[in-house]
C-alpha cells in the first residue's frame, strides 16, 4: 500500500478521496475498482456481519453465477423491459447471455427444481456476489459504480401471510447490519421499480451527497423517498362551474409569469407537461411502443416521474421535441387538453386538478389563456392519478405537519416480490391441498462498496476515516519510532509487536523508516481505532503511548501488562458499537 498525500483531482466527495488517499481501492475504469489489502479486510468484515445476521434469520447461503443465460430474463419478461445498463453479450456458440445485474431469475429458476412442496417453505437463499449495471453515469467513487459486490437475498414462501410475518425479520436483520458497522441509516417506502412487488422499503445513509431526496416527518415518523412519498393535498377549489373564457395573456409561458400577470395564486392554474413513454410491445421480441403523455397538474405543484411512470406502466420517460407537442395541435407554454388531437395521446391529470374547480390553462394559442377550465367538463383526462412530487414543507400525508427533505444514499433495499417471478419462472409447488401454486417471493440487496463509502462518508474528520472496531481494517495502529539510528529501539519494537500478534491483536504495524509526524499523518489517515507508539523516551520509563482515534484522547500503558490495558481500550471500542444496536419495529 502507499497512501497519498494530495487529493486526487477526480475525486469530489470525501469517500472517494479518502479511499484513494488510504489505499483501500484502485481505479482501473469508470465504475470500476481494485479492492486492496486494507479495502479487502474491511469488505470481509462487512460481508461477515451480513452472514451473520442472514443466518440468524434462518438463510442459506449459496452462489450463482455472474454470466447468465438470456432464456432466464426473456422468461420473465426482463430482457426486453430493461434498457442499456445490462451488459449483453453472446458465447462462442452465438447464445445470447448477460453480466448478471441480479439474481431474481436465476434463483427462482432454481427454486423451481428443487422446491416441490409446502413442507420446504418458508425457504432464504442468499449469496454474497459480483453485480453488473452498465450505469452510464458513474460517480462518487463506491457510491454509484458499474461492477459491485452485493449481499442479495431470496425467501420462498408458501402464501403473503407467511411472506408477511417473514419481512419484519429481515427489516430488524439490516438495521443490525447498519448498526454494526457503524453506519446511521433509516428505512423509507421506495418505488419497487424494475423488481416489481406490492411493497419495498429502502435503508438510507444521510448525507448530503446522497442523489436520493427523502421526505420525513419529525412528529409521527413517516419517511418515504420522493419517488413515492405522498403528502396531504390541500382541498381543492370548490365552486359551480363558471363559463370558459379566452383571455390574452402575451408572453406569458410560465406559471409564474402567468399568475403574475392575472394577479391570482399559482394553485389557481393548472399546468401542463409533455413526456414521451416507452412501453412493452405487445410480443415480447416487439421493439417497445412510444407514446405522447401529456400531464396536468395545478399550477403550484412540481411533476413526480416516478408516480407517473407507475400510474401509466411505462417503461421510461423522456421529456417531449416541440414538434412532437405541436403535432397534436398543442401549444408549448399555451397548451391544455382542450381542443387538442387525442388520437396517440395519453392525457393523466393529477387528483388534485380533476377535483379543482374554474382553473385558468392554456388555449392552445400562442399568447392567450382559458379562464375557468374544468375537467370533466371542458376536457377528460384518460386517467386521474396523484402525480405530485413532495417538497420541503408540504404536509405529512399521516399527521398533516411540515415535511422536511434531506439527502440521502441508498445502501440497502428490501422487496414483497409477490409472484411476479415464480409465475413466470414456473416456480410452483404442492400446496396441502395438493393444488399447484407459485411461490412467493421476497428479495433483499444491500452493496457492499455502497455501504462502506457511506460509513466514510458519516465517519471521518480533516484527518482522515475513522473506522469503527467493527469494521476496521485493524484494530490498532502500532507505530516504532526507530531509525536506523536506534536499532535497539527497533528490535524492542518488534518484540512488542510480535508478543502482541501472538496474543490475538489485529496490528498494522508502521516500521518504515520515516519522520513521525509522517507515521501519525497516515495513521490517522486510516483511521484504526487505536493507535499504540513505541518510542525510546516511552521504553525508558516503561510505558507505551496511545491515541483512540474516535474522540482523540491520549494516555499510556504500561508495558507489564499492556496486553491487558489495550484489551481495554479496545473493549471499551466494542462497547460503543454494541451501544449503537436498536430494535427498529416494521412500521
Not at 420462498?156 to 408477511?164: M, P, Q
Not at 374547480?357 to 375557468?372: E, F, I, Q, S, T
Request: net charge negative.
Amino acid at each position: 500500500m502507499k497512501t497519498l498525500r494530495e487529493t486526487p483531482a477526480d475525486a469530489e466527495i470525501a469517500s472517494h478521496q479518502l479511499m484513494l488517499r488510504a489505499s483501500l481501492v484502485h481505479q482501473v475504469a469508470a465504475g470500476i475498482f481494485d479492492y486492496l489489502p486494507l479495502g479487502h479486510r474491511v469488505k470481509r468484515k462487512v460481508e461477515a456481519i451480513m452472514r451473520q445476521e442472514m443466518d440468524a434469520i434462518g438463510g442459506q447461503e449459496l452462489s450463482m453465477p455472474v454470466v447468465q443465460p438470456a432464456e432466464l430474463w426473456q422468461r420473465s419478461g426482463r430482457w426486453y423491459a430493461i434498457g442499456s445498463d445490462m451488459a449483453r453479450l453472446k458465447d462462442a456458440g452465438g447464445r445470447d447471455m448477460c453480466l448478471g445485474m441480479t439474481h431474481e431469475e436465476v434463483v427462482t429458476d432454481l427454486a423451481a427444481d428443487v422446491i416441490a412442496s409446502y413442507k420446504q417453505l418458508p425457504c432464504m437463499l442468499y449469496q454474497i456476489q459480483t453485480k453488473f449495471r452498465d450505469e452510464p453515469r458513474p460517480r462518487g467513487g463506491m457510491i454509484r459504480v458499474r461492477e459491485f459486490t452485493m449481499k442479495d437475498g431470496y425467501s420462498f414462501h408458501a402464501d403473503v401471510a407467511d411472506l408477511d410475518a417473514y419481512y419484519p425479520s429481515v427489516y430488524q436483520a439490516y438495521f443490525n447490519i447498519f448498526d454494526r458497522c457503524g453506519l446511521d441509516a433509516i428505512a423509507v417506502e421506495s418505488d419497487t421499480g424494475m423488481m416489481g412487488g406490492t411493497m419495498a422499503h429502502e435503508y438510507m445513509a444521510l448525507t448530503p451527497v446522497g442523489e436520493d431526496t427523502l421526505l420525513l416527518c419529525d412528529a409521527c415518523g413517516y419517511r418515504a423517498n420522493r419517488q413515492i412519498a405522498q403528502i396531504a393535498k390541500p382541498a381543492p377549489s370548490a365552486g359551480p362551474a363558471l363559463p370558459i373564457e379566452e383571455v390574452a395573456t402575451p408572453d406569458t409561458t410560465t406559471i409564474a409569469s402567468l399568475a403574475a400577470l392575472l394577479d391570482i395564486d399559482a394553485s389557481a392554474t393548472a399546468k401542463a407537461v409533455f413526456l414521451v413513454g416507452e412501453f412493452e410491445g405487445e410480443r415480447d421480441d416487439a421493439p417497445h411502443a412510444q407514446r405522447l403523455i401529456f400531464a396536468v397538474l395545478r399550477g403550484d405543484m412540481e411533476l413526480n416521474e416516478t408516480k407517473l411512470a407507475n400510474a401509466v406502466k411505462a417503461l421510461s420517460l423522456r421529456p417531449a421535441q416541440d414538434e412532437e407537442i405541436t403535432a397534436i395541435g398543442a401549444v408549448p407554454g399555451y397548451a391544455s387538453p382542450i381542443g387538442i388531437r387525442r388520437e396517440g395521446v395519453l392525457v393523466v391529470a393529477d387528483d388534485l386538478v380533476a377535483g379543482s374547480a374554474n382553473l385558468v390553462a392554456g388555449a392552445n394559442k400562442a399568447g392567450y389563456h382559458l379562464r375557468n377550465t374544468n375537467h370533466g367538463r371542458d376536457w377528460q383526462a384518460d386517467q386521474v392519478a396523484d402525480l405530485v412530487a413532495a417538497a420541503e414543507g408540504h404536509a405529512c400525508p399521516t399527521c398533516r405537519s411540515p415535511l422536511h427533505a434531506s439527502r440521502g444514499v441508498e445502501v440497502g433495499n428490501i422487496f414483497k416480490l409477490g409472484t411476479k417471478y415464480s409465475t413466470a419462472m414456473g416456480a410452483t409447488f404442492h400446496d396441502e391441498a395438493g393444488e399447484s401454486v407459485p411461490a412467493v417471493m421476497g428479495c433483499y440487496g444491500i452493496g457492499t462498496g455502497r455501504l462502506i463509502a457511506s460509513l466514510i462518508e458519516q465517519q471521518h474528520d480533516e484527518a482522515g476515516i475513522i473506522w469503527p472496531i467493527s469494521v476496521a481494517p485493524y484494530e490498532v495502529a502500532l507505530i516504532s519510532l526507530a531509525n536506523a539510528r536506534t536499532p535497539e529501539l527497533a528490535e524492542a519494537a518488534d518484540a512488542i509487536y510480535e508478543r502482541l500478534l501472538a496474543e490475538g491483536f489485529e496490528l498494522l504495524y508502521d516500521d518504515r523508516d520515516e519522520r513521525a509526524g509522517v507515521k501519525f499523518n497516515d495513521a490517522d489517515l486510516l483511521g484504526l481505532p487505536v493507535r499504540l507508539t513505541i518510542g525510546k523516551r516511552g521504553l525508558d520509563q516503561g510505558i507505551v503511548e496511545y491515541k483512540l482515534r474516535a474522540s482523540g484522547a491520549v494516555g499510556e500503558l504500561p508495558l507489564e501488562g499492556l496486553s491487558d490495558g489495550l484489551r481495554a481500550l479496545l473493549d471499551a471500542e466494542w462497547d460503543r458499537v454494541r451501544a449503537r444496536l436498536r430494535t427498529i419495529p416494521l412500521g
